[in-house]
């Protein structure tokens, strides 16, 4: 596949500059910029620039809103409910997972459970927020609904990821990032490109038979949640699910499971919502909450020393502890820049031609 | 299979002579008693009265403290870390919830990791007590080493489940409480009774590679996490795992990994320990201190309606929401009484024998 390879700074200031156009503050084209592109960092490209596309189309039908007013609705001393004012989840999650923090600060743990964003970009960028500050980082996020419950094909829930993030000492965190599917929608989407079949347990077709055809979700068809059937254990990837789609948007008063707004433009939201945009679920707990950090953090690094030398199967593959080879990806492409694949690169610059900015390349 | 059925107060009155006899106070044999009975009526044989032989032989060992002094030795508003003095996890666990539940109720929410302690039973009985109160519980725990992480055939992780629990209005709470492995341990016990093969991706041979036989676990092999290969996401059911390892182990300073302490007698601890006993972690969050929770449970009932009434893949079964096969046993059974497999009920008579009790049958 041809790519081109760009510097992270190019990159950035080019994200920045359609997040002005869209009319956000300099601060929050900073930040939702900020959020894409440690994603294309750390070799997630589903959910960087790739995205910018997009999130220009949602705020071209007036789903995204610039310039929220972001509040808090609902609080006690250690909760929140915050509401997104339809903004860009890239700087609603942000904002939500600083009130956890400082909720967390004063006593200890943060819990914000938001309405009314949208995307919130990867997961790991707002649980890495608390683990700076030595927390536990719980992030969360429901989604388009592309997912069929167990013993259904109606496609009722989102990807639905979620992410906990453990502050370690010599070792950088332990980061478990997950889609809630058997597979993310990314992985798919490479799939469709390559024109390869997919692993049974991933979808199925419009009549929830198992299907290996990537292109199944353009049928009618849906993805699996994670165990992919119910002998394997789908019940639980469905639980899971179910478990983001509740804390997320039933606990903010967001919109749930079939109601949740699709990312793409060219489908419109429910016109019977049942809440409002996407809904997000963020916390952040101290570490010396429980013990003391410097405890915890030599008891963090024995814990990834140990599973990192857990007895291989074959010699050429250790155990990879959670988020190891996004920091691998993260560390070559901080030096050696971001490839970003042709077609990618051709709609970031019908992008930059339609909002009369300079193009990437 | 050969079973016998007995009413729930004959099965509660014995396991609470079984715990008396261990030393246990008047209220604690009552709560480990309840928590055991719990599990019976709820369907789930694998963690109810069978695992009596298993709390004495540990008991017998000096493993299991009849008279803990449960402790808080660490704490903010919101966190707390619990000693459980080496006592019944039956008896810790519910301590702890009470802990967590009275946080949540001055601050919004409550965290407590637990050391020292033992197996906890069902843990949808403590988020149970939770859902009670209108909030949100968690539970989880660490476990014996039997699940080998993606890459590796070494059993370092036990089937560690995680629980949520979502009240709800005029439908009964959304109760999601799974191992992180393929199967849990008790589905397998089932298929080593009956013979029979499991299905591929449960469990694999000591040197790694696939299989179908159940007594795989007694010749070196182990089960494996949700997804059960790489491809199908392993790695996810290893993530959700290891997030429950440490913020049960890690956190409160009990043994992680493979240092967890088995729950068979015939197997020591390790002798150099990383931490003290088992660990869990549980929480509760007030509905109220994110919505109304007139509101909530308004949602909460319309979220199980349009799930139960997703399309179904075939008419004959719809969509089963978290929880409700657990709820369909504990009426029939609260009504017809518990059957108990012959197995299991000469395991309990030779226990009454033991101690001196009156036996079952």
């Given at each position: 596949m041809a790519y081109h390879t760009f510097t992270e700074s190019n990159l950035r200031d080019f994200t920045k500059s359609i997040f002005l156009k869209m009319g956000c503050s300099a601060n929050d084209a900073d930040l939702a910029a900020d959020v894409l592109i440690k994603a294309d960092l750390r070799g997630i490209d589903s959910h960087g620039v790739a995205r910018l596309t997009g999130y220009v189309r949602l705020w071209e039908k007036g789903r995204?809103?610039?310039?929220p007013d972001i509040k808090i609705v609902h609080e006690t001393p250690s909760t929140a409910t915050i509401d997104g004012?339809?903004?860009?989840g890239l700087v609603i999650a942000p904002f939500a997972m600083k009130v956890a923090i400082e909720k967390a600060e004063k006593y200890g743990s943060g819990w914000v459970s938001v309405r009314n964003s949208n995307h919130f970009g990867i997961a790991a960028y707002h649980t890495l927020l608390a683990a700076e500050k030595d927390m536990i980082g719980f992030a969360m996020t429901n989604a388009s609904p592309l997912v069929a419950p167990t013993?259904?094909?109606?496609?009722?829930?989102?990807?639905?990821p979620m992410c906990y993030t453990f502050p370690a000492g010599k070792y950088p965190p332990v980061i478990v990032d997950m889609?809630?599917?058997?597979?993310a929608n990314g992985k798919l989407e490479i799939a469709q490109r390559t024109g390869k079949p997919v692993p049974e347990g991933w979808i199925q077709d419009a009549n929830g038979q198992a299907s290996v055809d990537p292109h199944e979700l353009k049928k009618g068809g849906s993805l699996l949640p994670l165990g992919g059937d119910r002998e394997h254990g789908s019940h639980k990837g469905f639980g899971l699910s179910a478990t983001v789609d509740i804390l997320s948007a039933v606990l903010s008063g967001a919109n749930y499971g079939p109601?949740?707004?699709?990312?793409?433009?060219?489908m419109e939201p429910?016109?019977?919502?049942?809440?409002?945009?996407l809904g997000h679920f963020l916390g952040a707990m101290r570490v010396d909450g429980f013990r003391p950090v410097d405890e915890f953090k030599n008891h963090m690094d024995n814990w990834i020393e140990r599973f990192s030398s857990a007895k291989p199967i074959s010699e050429d593959q250790r155990v990879i502890i959670p988020g190891e080879p996004e920091l691998v990806a993260e560390k070559e492409r901080t030096i050696n820049g971001i490839p970003i694949i042709e077609e990618v690169c051709n709609d970031l610059n019908g992008l930059a031609d339609k909002l009369g900015i300079d193009r990437l390349l």
């Open positions: 995204i809103n610039p310039t004012d339809a903004g860009l013993f259904s094909n109606e496609r009722m829930l989102g990807t639905n889609a809630t599917s058997a597979a109601w949740a707004p699709p990312f793409v433009s060219f429910s016109a019977n919502p049942v809440g409002l945009g």
